[in-house]
C-alpha cells in the first residue's frame, strides 16, 4: 500500500528554519514523484516545491525559491523540505504528496494536486514573533 507520512513540524519564531520530512512507503521509489504543499488557515492548498525522484529534478513555486529547498534521502525513500527565514505567513498545515509513476510535468502541473493520489495527514508549522 502506497502512504506517506510527514514530520518534522513545529513552532519557531520569525527568521527560523524548519526541516520536515516525508517517508514514502509501498512505492517504487525511483520512479515517483513527491509535492509539498502548504494550507495556511483559512486559505487554499497551494504546492510549494515538488521532485522526481529518479531524476533528482526539482520545481520551486517562484515566491519561495531561495527560501524553501527540496531534497531527498533515497535509501531512507525520504523527501525533505527545508524551510529557512521563516515569516508568519508561513504558519500553515504543511502536506505531502506523492505519486508512483509520474509522467513528464510542467512546473504548474508538478505543484497542482491533480497528479497526485496519495496524501498525508499534514505537520503543522507556527512561526510567532
Known amino acids: 500500500q502506497e502512504q506517506v507520512a510527514e514530520s518534522g513540524g513545529g513552532s519557531v519564531q520569525i527568521g527560523g528554519s524548519l526541516r520536515l520530512s516525508c517517508v514514502a512507503s509501498?512505492?517504487?521509489?525511483?520512479?515517483?514523484?513527491v509535492a509539498w504543499f502548504r494550507q495556511p488557515p483559512g486559505k487554499e492548498r497551494e504546492g510549494v516545491a515538488a521532485?522526481?525522484?529518479?531524476?533528482?529534478?526539482?520545481y520551486y513555486l517562484d515566491v519561495e525559491q531561495g527560501r524553501f529547498s527540496i531534497s531527498q534521502d533515497v535509501p531512507q525513500n525520504t523527501v525533505f523540505l527545508d524551510l529557512s527565514n521563516l515569516q508568519t505567513g508561513d504558519t500553515a498545515m504543511y502536506y505531502c504528496?506523492?505519486?508512483?509513476?509520474?509522467?513528464?510535468?510542467?512546473?504548474?502541473?508538478?505543484?497542482?494536486?491533480?497528479?497526485?493520489?496519495?496524501w498525508g495527514r499534514g505537520t503543522q508549522d507556527r512561526v510567532s514573533s
Open positions: 521532485l522526481y525522484t529518479g531524476s533528482g529534478k526539482t
Open positions: 504528496e506523492a505519486e508512483g509513476h509520474c509522467p513528464p510535468m510542467t512546473a504548474r502541473q508538478a505543484l497542482g494536486t491533480a497528479v497526485y493520489g496519495n
Open positions: 509501498g512505492f517504487t521509489y525511483s520512479a515517483a514523484c
